[in-house]
């Protein structure tokens, strides 16, 4: 395989960074990029990293741009600071060859989720952008995720190793489940979805979660995994209504400001 630069970002993740560091020792180059923690982090990076990196906060595309342009390398690698890399994932990396290397420009990596300690069945595959060529890949702009894109579909494939999220975190339920934890990002993301054009009809406030919660309940085969599954989807189907409603009261405020726009200037 080409080189390639393991790029981790992350910030107060002591309890799963070394995991993550340790499963990345086979790279050509290993970047952390820090954005403040204040807990042991920087310590534990500093023993495996190639490069320690302290850079505030510029979002979550802004941060991955920016640690995207320290690597040496043209492939690189995004790995958060509770994922870790898969035996299966490293071997087929090391396998890949020139050839695969020169037609593709980005490889989508499955990532099994972890909550509470138990795999989240229902969240799989769960494909990441996260191995491309810089320079041949365009970014996204998710308020709440970075991602890219190939310059084409055809040049853009799909791993079969996949990378192990929070398997070592202590997280416990409020951070998967409390109201406060949705309720940080929910305008954010009704903002970029009114942005681009969504709309929430009657229909969405009551379709919309309870598609949520058969998808993950029985389609994704949550029900599999018992009172787990049930939360799992109960989640999804409670974000989903949150998120609708907060697009409503978007629209609704938009309508409103236009409504009174137009009676101001009828009025002139």
């Known amino acids: 395989m080409a080189t390639l630069s393991i790029v981790i970002c992350c910030a107060n993740c002591e309890d799963t960074l070394e995991q993550a560091c340790q499963s990345a020792t086979w790279c050509d180059e290993l970047i952390v990029v820090d954005s403040g923690s204040t807990d042991s982090t920087p310590h534990i990076a500093q023993q495996y990293a ?23 390398n ?94 070592h975190s202590r997280a416990h339920y409020a951070d998967y489940f409390s109201g406060k934890r949705m309720d940080d990002r929910l305008m954010d993301v009704a903002q970029l979805m009114y942005d681009h054009g969504d709309r929430c009809s009657f229909a969405d406030l009551i379709l919309r979660p309870t598609a949520a919660f058969l998808k993950f309940y029985f389609l994704k085969r949550g029900f599999l995994d018992g009172s787990f599954g049930l939360l799992i989807a109960q989640k999804a189907a409670i974000s989903t209504q949150l998120k609708y409603s907060a697009l409503w009261a978007i629209q609704h405020q938009a309508s409103r400001a236009t409504s009174n726009k137009t009676t101001d200037n009828q009025g002139k």
């Not at 190639?50 to 991955?64: A, S």
């Not at 020139?98 to 989720?113: A, G, I, S």
């Not at 595959?125 to 890949?137: A, N, S, V």
């Open 50 to 72: 190639d490069r320690y990196i302290l850079e505030p906060w510029r979002g979550h595309t802004g941060q991955k741009q920016f640690a995207a342009r320290l690597c040496k």
């Open 74 to 167: 043209d492939w690189v690698f995004f790995l958060d600071g509770d994922e870790e890399c898969s035996p299966e994932l490293i071997q087929e990396l090391q396998a890949l060859d020139d050839r695969q290397l020169e037609d593709y420009d980005l490889f989508l990596v499955p990532r099994r989720n972890h909550v509470m300690g138990r795999h989240v069945r229902a969240w799989s595959p769960d494909h990441l952008t996260r191995i491309f060529h810089r320079g041949r890949c365009q970014w996204g702009n998710h308020v709440l995720h970075d991602t890219r894109s190939p310059s084409s579909r055809s040049r853009m494939t799909k791993l079969r190793g996949h990378l192990i999220h929070k398997q």
